[in-house]
């Protein structure tokens, strides 16, 4: 873990490096004594290995510095702020995947090839097909302006978090209904459900106590890094809600060669992904009896 | 003798009859099954259907997707009169394209200089080469209407003109807000948003089989290594990567570097998203390939002397194709989600050239509260979905057909 996070960090930062252009280019050059004056201030004179030094010792220390583009903002308060609010609403946008994907899934696969079925994977598809920012533009047509039913944009409220909620988890919901529906018709011609049968269990037992369960371990592994992408923000959604979360910050700061606040949004990326993982491990072994935490 | 002729007859009689018999090899019965799928065989003709029409998009008679029709212009000087057509919704009102007489004129002009080219003496004849050039570039009137078309669209257009004439199908998708036809831009992005599709999940086969297919035929410290650089690569948030790439490669010396190697910016832009994707098709062969090599065949190349590279691409990658097909038919699609992300951007394919993801950001960058063109989202959408749906479900078909559980049923 802590060898990838390194790794991570060193590839991110000579990334960073080699693109030409730093953070305090202007379409008029400064002059010249102001510009070494700025570079003194942030390191940025310094020679490459020891600016290198420099920021992974604060990174280890959990202090990132000052933002290069945000005013009276350093990196650790910008993560501060946009954190809560991109991961509350990608688990509220997970939730909601979760429930509506396995639904479909399970209900599709008890009995295939039926309209029922055909209609659910093609609106999954659909789900998966349409890029997000396509869908949330639509979701404000329909129900911003034609039906007033939720305000356009903004953040605070419950009301404000729906459209976002369920554009963000659409292709998800997608995804898990695809997954649950394979897994579940895998599971299904097992033995073992066979015999849950033989003994005279209800249907509805069969399929929530045996089928599910087993069905449920590539969802949880999909789930991983899901969650570490959702949860990090979606540039997109931020956009276009006007929410401020996390997600923006991601591309402005590559854009813009914010290094700091660039390194601090790629470890906070790579901390989340080791974590769900570790997680998606531990439910694994929480599944599936045969699995073991070693 | 009549014995004889009867058992020759019987002899060929069974010789035909076996003649007619085949094995089905696996290709066969997966196509087979296939075809029986009907999402599956729908999702395969809609995506023929949209790849053949983008091919011979030149000889559509569609309206130009670069003209703009900005203001009402009164007729003057012999120019007919033109009104404006920003935000058009989707009508049939007829558009010509004037385009068979100034084309007509063209040649007139090429021809007249190409006769007093031949007759001219030497110095002449220079003069005349250079402004011979120049009329190529500048008076055109196919260069005027489509952005930089190369020889073979330029032709496919004479022939659509000479064909269809100055007709040209009206703004049934509506037109933008400088005036341009919708489906006319539709088209033409569609070549780029498909060739994206295409060559950047090509380039990932590439590199992500050979990758996988490496680390694990070696096996051992190798593929810990080999495994471990992916690992982290996956721990980057791409995004990132495709930022600082993009930005590296469009750096003035660089470009004109790679555009002395004949690559221009869109290629490149191919190649870096492919570059990026290989990581999960590297994961999916790798562990294929794993099972695979302790297979006898693997052995028997061993045995007879095959070199390490050729059991690794001649023998074991042949055997993973099936699962790489499947993935294909899944990557295609992300990588065109993924062109349309970056067109949201601004780090995408960039003006004249259009591509879906384009166009459906300039649709919702025009959405207000007070006016609503909900044609400019909602067919770049459409046109999206329709190809990203069929491709899903012919992977699901695919994935399905190719398994082999399910051989001879």
Same mark, same amino acid.
């Given at each position: 873990?802590?060898?990838t996070?390194?790794s991570v960090?060193?590839i991110s930062?000579?990334l960073?490096?080699?693109?030409?252009?730093?953070?305090?280019?202007?379409?008029?050059?400064?002059?010249?004594?102001?510009?070494?004056?700025?570079?003194?201030?942030?390191?940025?004179?310094?020679?490459?290995?020891?600016?290198?030094?420099?920021?992974?010792?604060?990174?280890?220390?959990?202090?990132?510095?000052?933002?290069?583009? $945000?005013?009276?903002?350093?990196?650790?308060?910008? +993560?501060?702020?946009?954190?809560?609010?991109?991961?509350?609403?990608?688990?509220?946008?997970?939730?909601?995947?979760? /429930?509506?994907?396995?639904?479909?899934?399970?209900?599709?696969?008890?009995?295939?090839?039926?309209?029922?079925?055909?209609?659910?994977?093609?609106?999954?598809?659909?789900?998966i097909a349409?890029?997000?920012?396509?869908?949330?533009?639509?979701? /404000?047509?329909?129900?911003?302006?034609?039906?007033?039913?939720?305000?356009?944009?903004?953040?605070?409220?419950?009301?404000?978090?729906?459209?976002?909620?369920?554009?963000?988890?659409?292709p998800?919901?997608?995804y /898990?209904?695809r997954l649950?529906?394979t897994?579940?018709?895998?599971?299904?011609?097992?033995?073992?459900?066979?015999?849950?049968?033989?003994? @005279?269990?209800?249907?509805?037992?069969?399929?929530?106590?045996?089928? $599910?369960?087993?069905?449920?371990?590539p969802?949880?592994s999909y789930?991983g890094p899901a969650?570490a992408g +959702?949860?990090?923000?979606?540039?997109?959604?931020?956009?276009?809600?006007?929410?401020? @979360?996390?997600?923006?910050?991601?591309?402005?700061?590559?854009?813009?060669?914010?290094?700091?606040?660039?390194?601090?949004?790629?470890?906070?990326y790579t901390?989340?992904l080791?974590?769900?993982n570790?997680?998606v491990?531990?439910?694994?072994?929480? /599944?599936?009896?045969?699995?073991?935490?070693? | 003798?009549?014995?004889?002729?009867?058992?020759?007859?019987?002899?060929?009689?069974? %010789?035909?009859?076996?003649?007619? !018999?085949?094995?089905?090899?696996l290709g066969?019965?997966a196509?087979?099954? %296939?075809? =029986?799928?009907?999402? #599956?065989?729908?999702? !395969?003709?809609?995506l023929?259907?949209?790849?053949?029409?983008?091919? %011979?998009?030149? !000889?559509?008679?569609?309206?130009?997707?670069?003209?703009?029709?900005?203001?009402?212009?009164?007729?003057?000087?012999?120019?007919?009169?033109?009104?404006?057509?920003?935000?058009?919704?989707?009508?049939?009102?007829?558009?010509?394209?004037? %385009?068979?007489?100034?084309?007509?004129?063209? &040649?007139?002009?090429?021809?007249?200089?190409?006769?007093? *080219?031949?007759?001219?003496?030497?110095?002449?004849?220079?003069? !005349?080469?250079?402004?011979?050039?120049?009329?190529?570039?500048?008076?055109?009137?196919?260069?005027?209407?489509?952005? =930089?078309?190369?020889?073979?669209?330029?032709?496919?257009?004479?022939?659509?003109?000479?064909?269809?004439?100055?007709?040209?199908?009206?703004?049934?998708?509506?037109?933008?807000?400088?005036?341009?036809?919708?489906? #006319?831009?539709?088209?033409?992005?569609?070549?780029?948003s498909l060739m994206v599709g295409v060559v950047a999940a090509l380039v990932s086969l590439v590199i992500g089989v050979s990758y996988g297919a490496t680390a694990g035929y070696l096996g051992g410290r190798v593929d810990n290594l080999m495994m471990r650089v992916v690992d982290v690569l996956y721990s980057i948030p791409f995004i990132f990567v495709v930022i600082f790439l993009v930005?590296i490669l469009? &750096?003035?010396?660089?470009? *004109?570097?790679?555009?002395?190697?004949?690559l221009?910016?869109i290629m490149i832009f191919y190649i870096v998203i492919g570059a990026i994707y290989w990581l999960t098709m590297a994961r999916v062969v790798r562990g294929q390939v794993i099972s695979l090599k302790q297979e006898?065949f693997v052995?028997?190349a061993?045995?007879?002397?095959a070199s390490q590279t050729r059991i690794i691409f001649i023998h074991l990658v042949p055997n993973v194709l099936s699962v790489v097909i499947v993935y294909l038919t899944l990557t295609i699609p992300a990588v065109m989600l993924f062109e349309a992300f970056l067109?949201?951007?601004?780090?995408g394919?960039?003006?004249?050239?259009?591509?879906?993801?384009?166009? #459906?950001?300039?649709?919702?960058?025009?959405?207000?509260?007070?006016?609503?063109?909900?044609?400019?989202?909602?067919?770049?959408?459409?046109?999206?979905?329709?190809t990203l749906?069929?491709l899903n479900?012919l992977g699901d078909g695919l994935r399905d057909a190719l398994d082999p *559980?399910?051989?001879?049923?």
């Amino acid at each position: 873990m802590l060898i990838t996070l390194w790794s991570v960090f060193t590839i991110s930062f000579f990334l960073m490096r080699v693109v030409p252009g730093g953070p305090f280019d202007r379409e008029r050059a400064l002059p010249e004594d102001i510009q070494r004056n700025i570079d003194a201030r942030f390191n940025l004179d310094l020679p490459l290995h020891r600016q290198y030094g420099a920021q992974l010792w604060n990174t280890i220390c959990l202090d990132f510095g000052p933002s290069f583009k $945000l005013s009276d903002y350093t990196v650790n308060e910008v +993560i501060a702020e946009g954190f809560p609010i991109s991961a509350s609403l990608g688990i509220i946008a997970l939730s909601f995947a979760i /429930i509506l994907g396995v639904t479909a899934g399970v209900v599709s696969a008890i009995r295939p090839h039926s309209l029922s079925d055909v209609l659910l994977m093609s609106l999954a598809t659909l789900g998966i097909a349409v890029p997000n920012f396509v869908l949330a533009s639509l979701a /404000i047509v329909v129900f911003v302006f034609v039906l007033p039913w939720f305000p356009a944009a903004g953040w605070g409220s419950l009301s404000n978090i729906f459209l976002p909620a369920i554009c963000l988890g659409a292709p998800f919901a997608g995804y /898990i209904a695809r997954l649950t529906r394979t897994e579940m018709l895998e599971v299904l011609g097992h033995d073992y459900v066979r015999t849950a049968y033989a003994k @005279g269990l209800k249907q509805r037992h069969v399929i929530v106590r045996h089928v $599910l369960r087993g069905a449920m371990l590539p969802v949880v592994s999909y789930l991983g890094p899901a969650v570490a992408g +959702i949860m990090t923000g979606s540039l997109v959604l931020e956009r276009i809600f006007a929410i401020p @979360g996390m997600g923006s910050h991601f591309i402005d700061a590559a854009i813009q060669r914010d290094y700091t606040l660039a390194m601090g949004m790629v470890m906070v990326y790579t901390v989340m992904l080791y974590t769900m993982n570790t997680m998606v491990d531990i439910a694994y072994a929480l /599944i599936d009896p045969r699995v073991t935490i070693e | 003798m009549a014995s004889e002729q009867q058992d020759r007859e019987h002899y060929t009689d069974v %010789l035909s009859r076996a003649g007619q !018999l085949k094995g089905v090899s696996l290709g066969q019965d997966a196509f087979r099954r %296939l075809r =029986k799928n009907w999402s #599956a065989m729908a999702a !395969l003709s809609v995506l023929t259907g949209i790849a053949s029409l983008t091919c %011979l998009t030149p !000889l559509i008679p569609l309206q130009s997707p670069i003209e703009q029709h900005l203001q009402n212009r009164p007729e003057s000087n012999g120019q007919p009169a033109q009104k404006g057509r920003q935000f058009q919704p989707p009508n049939l009102s007829p558009v010509q394209l004037q %385009l068979e007489d100034e084309l007509a004129n063209f &040649e007139r002009k090429i021809q007249q200089l190409r006769t007093a *080219k031949s007759q001219g003496s030497a110095a002449e004849q220079d003069l !005349l080469q250079q402004h011979l050039r120049e009329v190529y570039l500048h008076n055109d009137p196919i260069r005027g209407l489509w952005h =930089k078309p190369n020889g073979l669209n330029r032709a496919l257009t004479c022939a659509r003109v000479t064909l269809f004439g100055d007709w040209c199908i009206p703004s049934i998708c509506g037109t933008d807000h400088l005036g341009r036809d919708l489906l #006319a831009r539709l088209f033409w992005g569609a070549r780029i948003s498909l060739m994206v599709g295409v060559v950047a999940a090509l380039v990932s086969l590439v590199i992500g089989v050979s990758y996988g297919a490496t680390a694990g035929y070696l096996g051992g410290r190798v593929d810990n290594l080999m495994m471990r650089v992916v690992d982290v690569l996956y721990s980057i948030p791409f995004i990132f990567v495709v930022i600082f790439l993009v930005t590296i490669l469009s &750096e003035d010396s660089i470009k *004109k570097e790679l555009e002395f190697l004949g690559l221009d910016q869109i290629m490149i832009f191919y190649i870096v998203i492919g570059a990026i994707y290989w990581l999960t098709m590297a994961r999916v062969v790798r562990g294929q390939v794993i099972s695979l090599k302790q297979e006898l065949f693997v052995e028997a190349a061993r045995t007879i002397g095959a070199s390490q590279t050729r059991i690794i691409f001649i023998h074991l990658v042949p055997n993973v194709l099936s699962v790489v097909i499947v993935y294909l038919t899944l990557t295609i699609p992300a990588v065109m989600l993924f062109e349309a992300f970056l067109s949201f951007l601004g780090l995408g394919v960039s003006p004249p050239d259009v591509s879906w993801g384009l166009l #459906a950001n300039e649709g919702v960058k025009m959405i207000t509260p007070i006016k609503i063109y909900w044609w400019l989202v909602l067919f770049p959408g459409l046109a999206l979905a329709t190809t990203l749906f069929a491709l899903n479900f012919l992977g699901d078909g695919l994935r399905d057909a190719l398994d082999p *559980k399910m051989k001879n049923r």
